[in-house]
């Protein structure tokens, strides 16, 4: 019994000496939801672990309430409770644990409207938000000692009062301080009026191709609008009343339809007055190369079709303008290539492309051509390309013909942030344009192709919202198509003026083929494709 115990006692002795060299598995815990109190928009990045609340005009920013907050893994554990009612005012913290920890950052943003107008305005008010500073200008013959205040609003819709009121506001020789009210919280802003020598203005004129953006500035009362005609022609066409956009004393509008490469002449008035008489030329209607995809070659590989040919006898159409994921998918063989020209099903000419969604041996390719270049495979299951090509104009729609056969999702590696698809739900095509002055140091392409994506780096994923796009519009679609459907892509631009140094369009049978994400029973189809100005 003794010798027993002893042995007994050593085997404990020597267990607990015994280390645990087995490493913990590595898990990123993740926030995929988050339920809040008068919030409009969740916007979750993983890769930079943090959440952004966009917050209604009306929701008090220093007390958010979030009702429930959901994580990727069960097992996770927050350092505090996110629920309950925070000040969002400044970003909050949070180390999110499985088996190591993360900070995550959950931060608020708001907009307010905010406008400021008195009688006799010449322009638009000028707001400065972060000095809560208003500055309003009129004729130098009004009286800077009696004022009438139009309008007036600095803060929150229909929560917010003003001291004194704006009928009160009368005096603005020194300015009028104003105490604006909402939540409880005071601010104090100042409003000031200038004088002004000049009526009527012309801020800018920036031509398109079938357009022209107008801008002046005037007084408010009269009657403001302007007048354009193509050089050479007596007749003037008016652009005034509801064809305005109105802003205090200034005013704008969209001069079209306008011709290409054509010259124009315009004016601002307002009243009696007006500005001297400007011209301006119309850009180019350029289109897509191989836009119906009728010229393909081997002149890459003998594995799969590329959609140029060296010995076209239209030069643009000589070199690579669209690419695929076929260098990447045929690597394992000749059978999986996934971007074809498809005599059989088409619209306009003798071809379409034909996008193919498969299991390409251990990963899944979506089908897919795009303007710009395949680079390189990464590892066994990755790729690199390149997005653009050069091109300066502005189109204001895409149009094609779409075929669609809708797969349901039988393969799931990962999915992006905000978006709940699972397996069993149907998969989703895409087309999407975008033109813009990407930077190809910055966005680690070429100067030709400038905007790089690493399918394994989901931080290097086009950004519709990167600074460098000026002009988006894309078309999702999780059903399949009665045959052949027409599709209008209007293009929503941040900017009149900016002008752009490439395009990129990108057509996937599964939107989420970068996420290695969709069906495997997918099939898109796109022909016919043509920019409208």
């Known amino acids: 019994m003794k010798r027993f115990t002893l042995f007994s006692l050593i085997a404990v002795l020597f267990a607990g000496c015994i280390e645990n060299d087995i490493p913990l598995p590595v898990i990123h815990p993740r926030i995929t939801a988050i339920d809040a109190e008068g919030v409009s928009d969740v916007y979750i990045n993983s890769e930079r672990q943090e959440v952004v609340l966009t917050l209604e005009e009306q929701t008090d920013i220093e007390n958010v309430t979030i009702r429930s907050v959901s994580f990727a893994d069960e097992q996770t554990r927050a350092s505090w409770d996110l629920t309950g009612t925070h000040d969002l005012s400044n970003k909050l913290s949070v180390t999110l644990s499985i088996f190591q920890d993360y900070v995550w950052t959950i ?14 305005q010449v322009g638009a008010s000028v707001i400065d938000d972060v000095n809560r500073r208003v500055v309003m200008y009129v004729m130098d013959t009004q009286d800077k000692s009696d004022i009438t205040v139009t309008s007036l609003k600095l803060g929150p819709k229909d929560i917010t009062t003003y001291s004194p009121s704006m009928e009160q506001m009368k005096d603005f020789t020194e300015g009028q301080r104003v105490e604006v009210t909402a939540h409880g919280r005071t601010e104090v802003w100042m409003l000031y009026v200038e004088q002004t020598e000049t009526v009527v203005e012309m801020k800018y004129v920036n031509a398109w191709t079938g357009v022209a953006w107008l801008k002046a500035s005037g ?53 009696e007055h007006k500005t001297e008489t400007y011209t301006f030329t119309t850009e180019q209607a350029r289109q897509l190369v191989n836009p119906s995809f009728e010229v393909f070659s081997n002149a890459e590989s003998d594995k799969y ?14 070199t690579k303008w669209w690419c695929s994921g076929n260098k990447g998918s045929t690597t394992v063989g000749e059978s999986y290539s996934i971007t074809n020209p498809d005599a059989n099903e088409k619209m306009d000419g003798r071809y379409s492309a034909r996008l193919e969604s498969e299991w390409v041996i251990i990963k899944f390719a979506a089908g897919n051509i795009f303007v710009g270049e395949f680079v390189r495979v990464v590892g066994t299951s990755g790729g690199v390309i390149n997005f653009g090509r050069p091109f300066e104009q502005r189109p204001r729609m895409l149009s094609l013909w779409l075929k669609y056969d809708c797969g349901i999702i039988n393969r799931v590696d990962r999915v992006p942030d905000n978006d709940p698809v699972k397996e069993g739900d149907p998969d989703r095509c895409q087309v999407f344009i975008a033109v ?28 519709p919202k990167s600074e460098a796009v000026i002009g988006y519009g894309s078309f999702v679609s999780n059903k399949s198509t009665d045959g052949w459907i027409k599709v209008e ?45």
Request: some cysteine; glycine content about 8%.
């Open 107 to 120: 931060s608020a943003e708001q907009s307010i409207e905010r406008y400021c107008t008195v009688e006799g």
């Open 219 to 271: 007084i408010a009362e009269l009657k403001n609008g302007f007048k354009y005609r193509k050089q050479g022609e007596t007749e003037w066409i008016d652009l005034s009343g509801d064809k305005l956009t109105i802003d205090g004393g200034a005013f704008s509008a969209a001069a079209e339809p306008l011709e290409p490469l054509t010259t124009y002449e315009c004016y601002a008035y307002s009243g």
């Open 305 to 318: 079709y590329s959609f140029y040919n060296p010995v076209s006898s239209i030069i643009e159409q000589q």
């Open 436 to 463: 813009g002055d990407w930077d190809y140091r910055k966005y680690g392409g070429t100067p030709d192709c400038p905007v790089q994506i690493n399918t394994l780096e989901p931080s290097t994923y086009f950004n």
């Open 489 to 533: 892509i209007p293009i929503e631009y941040v900017s009149t003026s900016r002008k752009p140094t490439h395009i990129i369009v990108s057509c996937a049978a599964s939107m989420l083929g970068d996420y290695f994400t969709g069906s495997d029973q997918s099939t898109l189809w796109v022909d016919g494709m043509e920019l409208h100005y």
